[in-house]
């Protein structure tokens, strides 16, 4: 759920402080937490078929929910060239997406960066030294991110899936002690200036290579020190929290609308506040509608089973 807010706050509250914070573990954290979660066996057709309705059709029916009553303003408000590129760079996704679709990039990388993933699976556990070529590419320029789609940056965010899975099966070696030296050292090459922040959306590799292994160390260790603390959650608190990460996706795509009507007229802190409120507003309006959650539906108890007593 940390993930999430940072996606928000990083967009809301834009500078330099936030994206040495943020940026650098924000968004890789997410790439790192596929692989982590990875379940081997699936196909390619699978994955197509869980990434569709869980990632592909809320980003379609987010970008038609805010796309077409900002067409109708810009339609109105802006010059004929201004409404062609906007319209054009919805249908090119990626870096294109600007204002408010900022992390809409992001679920079609998240989408293709897996099903690569899954198409590699054929090198058996091999697989992860995948992370080796994609590593390389960081000393490239941003052409990588000009692939629409953010198909580009899925190629090199293969490099998160693939430590994420080697970390997994290190799990068990590493406890809280090491997971915060790890955050520790990560957090001195940030601060130092030593690893740049990532904006993997324009092609910002940050400082190449050690960048990306600040990131994935950020990950790691944060994966460990969130199962340190939420295996003390209470049962309640730990529902309300899987609960709230459920509606993270709506969070990572309506928080941006707040941003577009309001940045520069208000002070940051109620832009932050208000992207926060509206997107947590909007997913508990969804919350029941699978287009625009990625979750599947409550099952539906029988209702002659509900209503008969028992035997």
């Not at 319209?87 to 870096?95: D, H, I, Q, S, T």
């Not at 904006?199 to 910002?204: E, Q």
Request: charged share 10%; net charge positive.
């Amino acid at each position: 759920m940390i993930g999430f807010l940072a996606i928000v706050v990083g967009h809301a509250a834009p500078g330099a402080l936030t994206e040495h914070v943020i940026y650098t573990w924000h968004v890789p954290l997410f790439f790192f937490l596929t692989g982590y979660l990875w379940r081997p066996g699936r196909t390619l057709r699978d994955e197509v078929r869980r990434a569709f309705p869980a990632l592909l059709v809320p980003y379609a029916g987010w970008l038609v929910l805010i796309g077409v009553p900002l067409l109708a303003w810009e339609a109105y408000s802006r010059s004929p060239i201004s409404l062609v590129r906007r319209v054009g760079g919805m249908a090119l996704g990626g870096e294109y997406l600007k204002s408010p679709f900022y992390a809409f990039w992001f679920v079609t990388a998240l989408a293709m960066a897996a099903a690569l993933y899954r198409v590699a699976e054929r090198l058996g556990p091999r697989r992860i030294w995948l992370a080796a070529p994609a590593l390389v590419l960081t000393l490239t320029p941003d052409w990588l991110s000009a692939i629409p789609l953010a198909a580009g940056v899925a190629v090199i965010a293969v490099f998160f899936v693939a430590v994420g899975e080697a970390f997994r099966r290190l799990r068990a070696r590493v406890n809280w002690p090491v997971a915060v030296l790890g955050m520790t050292v990560a957090l001195v090459l940030v601060i130092a200036d030593f690893a740049q922040p990532l904006d993997l959306k324009y092609g910002d590799w940050g400082t190449p290579i050690l960048s990306f292994v600040v990131a994935a160390l950020i990950s790691g260790s944060a994966v460990v020190l969130a199962d340190m603390a939420t295996s003390r959650f209470s049962p309640g608190a730990a529902t309300a929290v899987t609960t709230a990460a459920g509606a993270g996706l709506v969070l990572v795509l309506a928080h941006g609308v707040p941003i577009y009507l309001l940045e520069g007229e208000v002070p940051t802190w109620v832009v932050v506040a208000a992207s926060l409120a509206f997107a947590a507003l909007a997913a508990w309006v969804v919350r029941r509608v699978p287009i625009l959650t990625g979750n599947k539906p409550p099952h539906r108890q029988d209702a002659s089973t509900s209503s008969s007593p028992p035997n």
